[in-house]
């Protein structure tokens, strides 16, 4: 995530299950201008329904610039790559060549 605040706080991701049960989370203190946080939230189970939440216990403001979420095992391990399973599948019609925004492979 870009984070930034006024004010010192602490923003908590976690991936959950649709009945709260966290998978993984990891907590971020955030403070002045705009930065880059990241993490690796392990996980423990395949949920197709999980969904990434972001909250804090402070009053205080923060703003987000960007929240992406990412799998660590991508194709040819590039990071913020693409997921394995959709190349393989785009790469099992013969294309002749793939145009994703960003540019050609």
């Known amino acids: 995530i870009f984070a930034k605040s006024a004010a010192p706080l602490s923003i ?26 990241e993490c690796i939230l ?4 395949t949920d197709r329904t999980a969904r990434l939440a972001l909250s804090s216990a402070s009053s205080a403001e923060v703003l987000l610039g960007f929240v ?16 394995k399973p959709l190349v393989d599948r785009l790469l099992g019609l013969h294309p002749a060549f793939l145009r994703f925004p960003g540019g050609c492979s």
């Open 12 to 37: 908590r991701v976690a991936l959950t299950a649709e009945n709260g049960e966290e998978y993984g989370a990891h907590t971020f203190e955030v403070a002045g201008d705009y930065a880059k946080y």
């Open 42 to 45: 392990p996980c423990c189970a």
């Open 68 to 83: 992406s979420l990412f799998p660590t095992d991508t194709y040819m391990q590039r990071e913020n790559g693409l997921r």
